[in-house]
C-alpha cells in the first residue's frame, strides 16, 4: 500500500489522547473505505457455503492491514440475518460456528483477529502465524491470514515481543506516539470487528437490517465494544464485557473500560454470566445491566462454572439472535426476585415470580457466602472457588419460594434464582469453544442480590447454619451442588470445601463409601493434589478413607494438610501439573472407566484414622 493512502484514522491534534470513548472514536467510520475482500478457501457441506476470507481492516501509519474470517451461509440463502462472531484469547476463528448458525438460517462471519483459523484444509495455529510473519512463503505450512501491518491486533502471542495487548502506552508498533486507547489492542480489533459488520450487510445473501454480534472471554469484551455500532440490532456477551473497569490507567478507565461502552449501548443484549468466572465476575453484572441503555436484555448464570457452560445456557445466545433477528422466538421475562430478611425464624426467604409462557421444568435458587463487593482480578481465587449453596424453591400458586440458611451475619448474602425451561423444538450450536451442543432446555437468571452484613444484622437475621462432618449424602438434588462442563459423563467437581461449615475439624480424615460393579480406578482430587483409589466392583458400598499424605501433586508431593483446600473432584482420570510455568511436573492418575458410573454415599469427615489406605 502506497504511503500517499490516506490513514483511516485522523492523527492526534499536538498529541493528545483520546479521553472518552466519542473521541476515540472520532473520524472513524466503519463504511467509508472499501474492503478489498480475497477468497483464500472455500468448500460446501451440509448445504452451506463456507470460505476463508480476508478484507481491509483500514490503513494505519500508511500500511495497509488485512481481517482473515471463516463465513458461511446457507447455500442458495437470500435475505437472512448475519452475525459477527469474535473469539476468545487463545482461541480460532472456527468453521463450526459459521456452519451450525447457517443450518439455523443465518450468515456468519467468524473474525480472525489474532490470526488463527480453524478450518477443512485451512487451519492456521500459532506456529503458522508466525510463518506469516516472517513471510516463510516456501513452508508447507504457509497460509495468508490477518496481517495487522504497521501495528500489533494479535494476541497469545503478539507480534511484538514487547507488546502487552491491552495498554495503551506508546511503542514502535502503536498508532500513536503517546500513551492513547487508540494503541490498544481492544481498540484494534473493535475496529476490526466493526468492518465485519461492513463486510457483513455487503454480501448479497444478507440483510443489513439485521445483524448481530456475540463472542466468549476476550471476544465478550470485543462484542460489547462492537455493539455500541447502531447496526447491531443484538448482542450477546460471554464471559466478558462487564469487568474490565479496574485497570490502573485512567486514561484507559474513561475510554476502553467496559462500563464506557456499556454506557453507550441501546441494542438488547443478553449476558451469559457463570457464577465463578474469572473475567465477567457475576458481581459485576447488577451494575452492567443499570449502565446500558436498553431496557431489552436478560442474563444467564450457571452456578459453580468458571469461564465455560453447557448446553440450557449456550443455547440462549441463539435463542437471543432468533428473537430480535428473525422474530422466531420469545424469550420469558426475567425472573422476578424478592428477598425477605426479617422474619419469625431469622432465616432470610426469597420469592421468585417466574414467567410462564413456557413450560418450567425447575426454579432454584443459589446463594452464596463467599463473594465481596468490587471483586477485581486479584481476587480470581476467591471468585473461581466461591461455593453456592443449592435450595429448590417450592411453588405456591403463581410464585416459587425458598429459604436460606446462612452460616455468619459477618459475610455478605449472594442470591440468584434460575429458571429452567422447556423448549418448543431442541437447538443446536457451536458452544464457547465450539463444542456442538444439543440442547431441549434454556435457563434464564434473575438479576444478582446482593445484601451487606450490615444489613443482614440490622434486619435480624440470626445464623443457623453450623458446621458439619457430613459434606454430601449424595441424596436429592445433591448434583445441583456440583459441576462439570461434559453433562454426558459422569466425574463432577465442587467447591464444597471451600465454604465454612465444610471446612476439615482438627485431624480429620476424609471418608467416602463407594459402589461400583466393575473394578476400577477412582480419582479424587482436591485442588492440584490427588488420590488414587482402587475399587474391588461388587454390589457392596466400599469404605475409602484419606489422609492428605493419599493425595499427591505432578510432582508426587504430598498433600501438606486440609487447611486452605477449595474444590474437590470425583473422576477416572486427572492430569496433574506442578511446578513453575517454565519447568512444569505432569503426572496423569488413573486410567479408562470400565462399566456404569459409580455411586457415592456419605462423603464426610472423620476424626479417628481408620482403614487408612
Known amino acids: 500500500m502506497s504511503a500517499e493512502a490516506p490513514d483511516t484514522l485522523p492523527a492526534l491534534q499536538n498529541n493528545k489522547a483520546p479521553e472518552n470513548l466519542d473521541e476515540m472514536w472520532s473520524g472513524f467510520d466503519p463504511r467509508e473505505e472499501p474492503l478489498d475482500v480475497e477468497l483464500l478457501h472455500q468448500w460446501e457441506e451440509d448445504g452451506v457455503v463456507l470460505r476463508v ?13 488485512t481481517l482473515a474470517a471463516v463465513y458461511g451461509f446457507p447455500q442458495g440463502a437470500t435475505d437472512v440475518p448475519g452475525l459477527v462472531q469474535i473469539h476468545g484469547g487463545g482461541q480460532y476463528a472456527d468453521y463450526k460456528a459459521c456452519l451450525t448458525n447457517a443450518k439455523r438460517g443465518y450468515a456468519t462471519v467468524s473474525i ?15 506456529d503458522q502465524v508466525k ?8 513452508a508447507p505450512d504457509f497460509k495468508p491470514t490477518t496481517d495487522w501491518g504497521a501495528v500489533d491486533g494479535y494476541h497469545a502471542p503478539s507480534r511484538n515481543a514487547g507488546n502487552q495487548f491491552p495498554s495503551g502506552k506508546a511503542a514502535p508498533w502503536t498508532l500513536d506516539p503517546v500513551e492513547s486507547p487508540r494503541n490498544s489492542g481492544w481498540f484494534l480489533c473493535a475496529v476490526a470487528a466493526r468492518r465485519a459488520l461492513t463486510f457483513l450487510e455487503q454480501q448479497p445473501e444478507v440483510d443489513p437490517e439485521r445483524l448481530g454480534v456475540y463472542g466468549h472471554s476476550m471476544g465478550g469484551k470485543l462484542t460489547v465494544l462492537t455493539a455500541i455500532d447502531d447496526r447491531v440490532q443484538a448482542a450477546a456477551p460471554s464471559c466478558g464485557g462487564i469487568s474490565d473497569r479496574y485497570n490502573d490507567s485512567e486514561l484507559f478507565r474513561n475510554t476502553l473500560g467496559d462500563d464506557v461502552s456499556l454506557a453507550h449501548l441501546t441494542c438488547p443484549i443478553l449476558f451469559l454470566s457463570p457464577a ?5 465476575r457475576i458481581g459485576d453484572l447488577p451494575r452492567a445491566v443499570e449502565e446500558i ?12 462454572h468458571n469461564h465455560q457452560d453447557t448446553a440450557p445456557y449456550e443455547a440462549a445466545t441463539l435463542l437471543w439472535f432468533d428473537q430480535h433477528l428473525k422474530h422466531s422466538f420469545v424469550f420469558p421475562a426475567t425472573p422476578a426476585t424478592n428477598l425477605t430478611l426479617q422474619t419469625s425464624d431469622g432465616i432470610p426467604t426469597i420469592r421468585i415470580d417466574a414467567d410462564t409462557s413456557l413450560p418450567i421444568e425447575s426454579v432454584d435458587v443459589f446463594y452464596s457466602q463467599d463473594g465481596k463487593p468490587n471483586e477485581t482480578p486479584r481476587d480470581r481465587d476467591d471468585v473461581v472457588h466461591r461455593f453456592w449453596h443449592h435450595v429448590a424453591a ?24 434460575n429458571v429452567t425451561y422447556t423448549l418448543p423444538k431442541p437447538v443446536e450450536g457451536a458452544g464457547y469453544y465450539y463444542r456442538q451442543y444439543r440442547s431441549e432446555t434454556i435457563n434464564l437468571s434473575s438479576l ?60 480429620a480424615v476424609l471418608a467416602v463409601d463407594v459402589k461400583a460393579d466393575q473394578g476400577n480406578t477412582l480419582v479424587v482430587r482436591i485442588d492440584d493434589h490427588a488420590a488414587e483409589v482402587d475399587l474391588d466392583g461388587g454390589d457392596a458400598w466400599q469404605p475409602v478413607v484419606l489422609t492428605p499424605a493419599n493425595f499427591r501433586d505432578g510432582a508426587d508431593d504430598p498433600l501438606a494438610g486440609w487447611e486452605n483446600i477449595r474444590q474437590l ?21 488413573g486410567g479408562q472407566w470400565k462399566g456404569p458410573p459409580p455411586q457415592f454415599r456419605n462423603l464426610r469427615w472423620v476424626s479417628k484414622e481408620v482403614d487408612v489406605l
Open 569 to 589: 473432584e470425583l473422576s477416572a482420570t486427572e492430569r496433574l501439573q506442578s511446578g513453575q510455568r517454565r519447568d512444569p511436573k505432569t503426572r496423569i492418575v
Open 112 to 126: 480472525a483477529w489474532a490470526g488463527r483459523i480453524s478450518a477443512p484444509q485451512y487451519r492456521v495455529g500459532p
Open 131 to 138: 510463518l506469516f510473519w516472517d513471510q516463510e512463503t516456501d
Open 53 to 65: 476470507v480476508r478484507f481491509r481492516i483500514g490503513i494505519f501509519k500508511g500500511r495497509k492491514a
Open 276 to 280: 465463578n468466572d474469572f473475567h465477567g
Open 448 to 507: 444478582l442480590l446482593t445484601v451487606p452484613p450490615q444489613q443482614l444484622q440490622q434486619s435480624g437475621v440470626t445464623p443457623t447454619q453450623q458446621p458439619q462432618t457430613v459434606i454430601d449424602d449424595f441424596a436429592g438434588d445433591w448434583q445441583k451442588e456440583w459441576f462439570t462442563y461434559r453433562p454426558d459423563e459422569w466425574p463432577l467437581t465442587t467447591n464444597k470445601l471451600n465454604a465454612d461449615i465444610y471446612h476439615a475439624p482438627p485431624d
Open 394 to 417: 417450592k411453588r405456591q400458586e403463581k410464585s416459587w419460594t425458598g429459604s436460606l440458611p446462612i452460616s455468619s451475619t459477618e459475610k455478605p448474602l449472594w442470591v440468584y434464582a
Open 293 to 304: 441503555q436498553s431496557r431489552q436484555w436478560r442474563v444467564t448464570c450457571s452456578p459453580h
